[in-house]
């Protein structure tokens, strides 16, 4: 994911610079507040790194750091080399932070609404996120947010791009993954450096999340294991069909809203709505061992920012997927495609998308003629 503490300008500014930048453009102590934390975070995580050339030379660190450092060495090549994307200098450097995440990203939605409440920022625009180094600032923001009848959703990232402003380092908080769950991540946040979109977090993320897919791919056929292919292929299918769930979930409650009136008929409708949505998790975990984890979803929060936030990094993936086909698995004729689509306006962007992810949908290279 983009943080917002970014800009596809490719120059690097020292972190004092970008704070006074950044606070240059606020508007109230919040907004400093913001800021603040941002580029003390960011500060801290381009402090005391490490490269990782000398990491894996180095016969006193651990093997298996040194075994993963060398996987994010070949992933970056193979990026270049395969798939279309320049890591330039990202990843070539290690960071540990002592923490599980590096961010914590909190989600906010009206309470009938399943559209997530966006966020202005400097040179990126709107974005449908606010992110935090700190998990106790991000859980005061959320209650701020609960507090002005808000659904509100948080979650921590492991890895986010910071396109440019930065050369991203390897963390801690994911270096040690399994390879297709590695590759996943480094294949999805160099797509961003490779490819954002000022304002579009649902094409961004969807983009970015079909990319990796397609990349981890790539890279397990080229690794010449068809077990790992198989493995990867039948946990994506079941992420996939998870994914796509909520994403429909959205797209009925959203109906709903629509449907409905006063607020006490949206209020028992979603309070109805969610309820079923539990059960039908439950049932699900009963019904396929691959879907037991289900349960675990079925025990957790689920409101307006935790659908919106699903169908931000999915609702596209199968256009995108689509699209791949049609470029003939050419990832060089997909990327143009992609860059082509990118150029639309944001409202034929999303009807383009919406077309090409329904099974009737017209090819792409007629949309994007017409």
């Excluded at 986010?160 to 993954?177: A, C, I």
């Excluded at 991540?185 to 970015?208: C, P, R, Y």
């Excluded at 086909?325 to 409202?347: C, H, P, T, Y």
């Amino acid at each position: 994911m983009p943080f917002t503490l970014t800009s596809n300008i490719k120059v690097k500014m020292k972190p004092w610079i970008l704070l006074v930048g950044l606070i240059l453009f606020g508007t109230g102590c919040q907004t400093i507040t913001y800021y603040t934390q941002a580029a003390r975070g960011q500060l801290q995580i381009i402090s005391s790194q490490e490269e990782i050339f000398d990491l894996i030379n180095d016969p006193t660190k651990p093997e298996k750091i040194r075994q993963q450092l060398n996987l994010v060495s070949d992933l970056r090549e193979f990026a270049k080399a395969n798939l279309g994307v320049d890591p330039k200098d990202n990843y070539r450097r290690y960071r540990d932070l002592n923490r599980k995440y590096v961010l914590w990203v909190v989600y906010a939605a009206p309470q009938f609404s399943t559209e997530l409440k966006s966020w202005w920022y400097p040179i990126v625009g709107n974005m449908t996120y606010r992110g935090f180094f700190n998990e106790t600032d991000a859980r005061s923001f959320a209650s701020k947010m609960q507090g002005e009848d808000m659904d509100v959703h948080i979650g921590g990232t492991p890895a986010y791009s910071t396109l440019g402003w930065f050369d991203d380092p390897v963390l801690n908080t994911f270096v040690n993954y399994r390879e297709e769950d590695l590759a996943d991540l480094i294949f999805h946040e160099l797509a961003h450096h490779h490819l954002f979109v000022k304002g579009d977090t649902t094409f961004n993320e969807s983009f970015a999340t079909a990319f990796a897919q397609i990349g981890v791919t790539e890279w397990a056929k080229a690794k010449q294991n068809p077990q790992a292919l198989k493995d990867y292929l039948a946990r994506r299918q079941t992420k996939h069909m998870v994914n796509q769930l909520y994403v429909q979930k959205k797209i009925e409650l959203k109906a709903i809203y629509e449907s409905l009136e006063t607020e006490e008929e949206k209020r028992e409708a979603k309070k109805q709505f969610i309820a079923e949505f539990r059960q039908q998790l439950n049932d699900m975990s009963l019904s396929d061992p691959r879907l037991s984890k289900l349960a675990i979803l079925a025990k957790r929060p689920i409101n307006n920012a935790v659908l919106g936030a699903r169908a931000a990094y999915h609702q596209y993936v199968p256009a995108f997927h689509r699209l791949y086909g049609e470029s003939n698995q050419d990832m060089r004729i997909f990327l143009d495609k992609v860059q082509a689509i990118s150029k639309l306006n944001k409202l034929e962007r999303n009807t383009l998308l919406d077309k090409y992810s329904r099974q009737d949908e017209m090819p792409v290279k007629k949309l994007l003629t017409n």
